[in-house]
């Protein structure tokens, strides 16, 4: 296949990633296929003001008390593994650094605010730590919700297509903060346990910690033999429909460009990353965008829901998706959806991957996945991944 502008694609050269459920990529995708999650007693904050208890958090508290900067120590943390399993140094040097996020420092602020934690404020911006630690004199950070490391992805695409580098690195990382927990524990008019998503007693999104990365070069100059995956496309749109409702116009709107610009149709995707929030409104619009698109083919691809197991990673969370989908084409290991009993109108003839089901026999691996990312303000990011082997 080829995309739809000629072009080639562009090579994931190589993969970071930190949450709630492991260190590193390896011990994050063993998890998830495992069907462990992240799910465990709020510890960030006194939940005493809240009526959630739980969230999915990255249990890296030496002393049991938060601390400032943890989303910088994530970020950089996926970078470095990212730069490792490429085979590149650690001296970024010009090499873009595109970070996509929803909440950048805001825990740390909160800290400070709250707590009199102490820090140098140029740290809220993570271009200061990527400049110390990697050198990085280009770095750029979008804050745009839910989709923001998709977009990031899109944009790097850009960058490489149009000459600007041969090498671009991109990330995404959130944290759980006080005031977003405590939004979501407003607006939710029933009080989730755990994220159950596209499933009738749904109740709703918990929060959960985050970090991922990947290496992009060209595909015709980079080492396909050795990379994660081929990056077909990316579309990304924001319709503007409703400051916190989605849009299922959109949406489809967004897959149908993905689809486009990656040069593939509806019954080529055999594996979809789903963004499964578990919450009512984003269910039912994506559950209704992915029938309006896919039609008669439905039920071809493999779906999962990550947030299950990780909680919603904001601004992390499309990247994080990308990553698990290019281990799952390359394995075959498709990770379960948890909470899923019984569907929502709309979703039942979606082929999720429940806990405890095996695949279907002798059913061929998936060769291209969809990765759908989407935001508060209707913007929608959309992904298509090839395997490589």
Not at 56 to 62: P, V
Not at 335 to 350: C, M
Request: glycine share 12%.
């Amino acid at each position: 296949m080829t995309r739809a502008d000629g072009r080639a694609g562009t090579l994931i050269a190589g993969t970071g990633a930190v949450a709630s459920v492991g260190s590193d990529v390896d011990e994050i995708f063993d998890a998830l296929c495992a069907g462990r999650s992240g799910r465990a007693p709020l510890r960030a904050f006194d939940g005493e003001r809240f009526r959630a208890g739980h969230a999915y958090e990255i249990d890296d508290r030496a002393s049991g008390v938060d601390v400032p900067l943890r989303a910088t120590s994530w970020l950089l943390r996926s970078v470095e593994e990212a730069l490792a399993d490429a085979g590149l140094s650690d001296d970024l040097g010009r090499t873009p650094v595109l970070v996509g996020t929803g909440l950048r420092e805001l825990r740390s602020a909160e800290l400070s605010w709250h707590e009199g934690a102490e820090f140098d404020t140029e740290r809220l911006h993570f271009g200061t730590a990527l400049r110390e630690r990697f050198g990085a004199t280009r770095t750029y950070t979008l804050s745009n919700a839910c989709s923001a490391s998709l977009h990031t992805l899109a944009m790097a695409e850009d960058m490489l297509a149009a000459g600007d580098a041969d090498t671009v690195v991109v990330a995404g990382v959130d944290t759980v903060t006080a005031s977003m927990f405590g939004l979501l524990d407003r607006v939710q008019m029933t009080v989730p346990d755990r994220v159950r998503p596209f499933d009738r007693a749904r109740r709703g999104t918990l929060m959960g910690d985050g970090a991922a990365a990947v290496v992009l070069t060209r595909a015709d100059s980079g080492d396909a033999g050795h990379a994660r995956g081929l990056l077909r496309g990316t579309a990304v749109n924001c319709d503007a429909g409703h400051p916190t409702a989605p849009d299922p116009r959109g949406i489809a709107e967004a897959m149908r460009a993905a689809h486009e610009r990656s040069g593939v149709k509806p019954d080529d995707i055999g594996l979809m990353l789903l963004h499964g929030t578990g919450t009512t409104l984003n269910d039912e619009a994506e559950a209704a965008a992915i029938g309006e698109v896919f039609g008669p083919h439905v039920s071809r691809p493999l779906m999962a829901a990550l947030k299950s197991m990780t909680g919603h990673t904001s601004g992390g969370s499309g990247l994080l998706s990308l990553i698990v989908a290019a281990r799952s084409l390359a394995t075959g290991r498709i990770p379960p959806t948890l909470g899923l009993d019984t569907p929502i109108s709309g979703a039942e003839e979606f082929r999720v991957v429940r806990a405890g089901e095996p695949l279907p026999p002798g059913a061929p691996a998936p060769r291209v996945a969809q990765i759908n990312a989407f935001g508060f303000g209707g913007v929608n990011a959309v992904a298509v991944l090839e395997g490589t082997s």
